[in-house]
């Protein structure tokens, strides 16, 4: 019932933008956390940003603080992630997930299956 769905990925040149949704279904987008986080091959999973959906407080990890961004429609329960000056290092599966809110993974209950962002020239 709980369902989690990512969209927006794609391939994007360095220095590019890209924005990323997570639309939720079967719960209540008020009462979790959602974040984002990524996974490239042969890496582990780590968080990006997270936001929580009680007062909208956001979180960002040091590497993409200056360039992504964050929001929330509680209306449409759907999270979206902005992400600009994309780097090839960017690139990886990037996940939406509730619970939290907090950038690790082992706080989180529910997952989606993922969108690929892929930067390259």
């Known amino acids: 019932q709980v369902q989690l769905v990512e969209s927006g990925g794609g391939l994007v040149q360095p220095g590019g933008s890209l924005r990323l949704s997570c639309a939720a279904s079967?719960?209540?987008?008020?009462?979790?956390?959602i974040g984002w986080f990524r996974q490239a091959p042969g890496k582990e999973r780590e968080g990006v940003s997270c936001?929580?959906?009680?007062?909208?407080?956001?979180y960002y990890h040091d590497s993409v603080k200056d360039r992504f961004i964050i929001s929330s429609d509680n209306t449409k329960n759907t999270v979206y992630l902005q992400m600009n000056s994309l780097k090839p290092e960017d690139t990886a599966v990037y996940y939406c997930?509730?619970?939290?809110?907090?950038?690790?993974?082992?706080?989180?209950?529910?997952w989606g299956q993922g969108t690929q962002v892929t930067v390259s020239s």
């Open positions: 936001i929580s959906s009680s007062d909208n407080s956001t």
């Open positions: 079967g719960f209540t987008l008020d009462d979790y956390g």
């Open positions: 997930a509730a619970g939290g809110p907090a950038l690790v993974p082992y706080e989180y209950d529910y």
